[in-house]
Antibody, heavy 119, light 104 residues
Framework: QVQLVQSGSELKKPGASVKVSCKASGYTFTSYAMNWVRQAPGQGLEWMGWINTNTGNPTYAQGFTGRFVFSLDTSVSTAYLQISSLKAEDTAVYYC????????????WGQGTLVTVSS | EIVLTQSPATLSLSPGERATLSCGASQSVSSSYLAWYQQKPGLAPRLLIYDASSRATGIPDRFSGSGSGTDFTLTISRLEPEDFAVYYCQQYRSFGQGTKLEIK
């Protein structure tokens, strides 16, 4: 069965970096793009962008350029989100979600990774 | 960029009642790309409806989606206690701000 398993919670100081992983299993990793979604405490879902798992080409949504980097390691079917120069407002749960090929909606989501930025 | 506006922000109902949640798009949306999710505290969103009106695998038939163009609706025919949660609509990669369905 398809699974997306994310890395565990992180506590970081302002200015540090964090790398969140999303390990996929149960399907051919390079056949579906991967999305990243942010959810700040008590807030809604915000699409951060996506990465083409076949080419490695990332696309970033407005507001997620510069400090945010999507990457892949296809040898271990894993997508990564790296955030640099962390700020308090980066505190959020970050989700990966597998894109759909032929329909709307994303059926498969990771369980989420809480990143807390605090001094 | 299409903006999705959900209403109401909060809906207070009792178990057994019917819930109607709305999602309006700032411009006409292909109905093939409108989805609805349910999210409970501490959990990832769960896909309920895709392509505006198709139920995802395992979703009870009390959940239904309808609409086209700029106006879409999620209906829960008879609320069960486990249905109280936050609901989001999504078009392509934009999300609405959510409707919180709470117990009255």
């Amino acid at each position: 069965q398809v699974q997306l398993v994310q890395s565990g919670s992180e506590l970081k100081k302002p200015g540090a970096s964090v790398k969140v992983s999303c390990k996929a299993s149960g399907y051919t990793f390079t056949s579906y793009a991967m999305n990243w979604v942010r959810q700040a405490p008590g807030q809604g879902l915000e699409w951060m962008g996506w990465i083409n798992t076949n080419t490695g080409n990332p696309t970033y949504a407005q507001g997620f350029t510069g400090r945010f980097v999507f990457s892949l390691d296809t040898s271990v079917s894993t997508a990564y989100l790296q955030i640099s120069s962390l700020k308090a407002e980066d505190t959020a749960v970050y989700y990966c979600a597998r894109d759909s090929r032929y329909s709307s909606g994303w059926y498969y989501w990771g369980q989420g990774t809480l990143v807390t930025v605090s001094s | 960029e299409i903006v999705l506006t959900q209403s109401p922000a909060t809906l207070s109902l009792s178990p057994g009642e019917r819930a109607t949640l709305s999602c309006g798009a700032s411009q006409s949306v292909s109905s093939s790309y409108l989805a609805w999710y349910q999210q409970k505290p501490g959990l990832a969103p769960r896909l309920l409806i895709y392509d505006a009106s198709s139920r995802a695998t395992g979703i009870p038939d009390r959940f239904s989606g309808s609409g086209s163009g700029t106006d879409f609706t999620l209906t829960i025919s008879r609320l069960e206690p486990e249905d109280f949660a936050v609901y989001y609509c999504q078009q392509y990669r934009s999300f609405g701000q959510g409707t919180k369905l709470e117990i009255k």
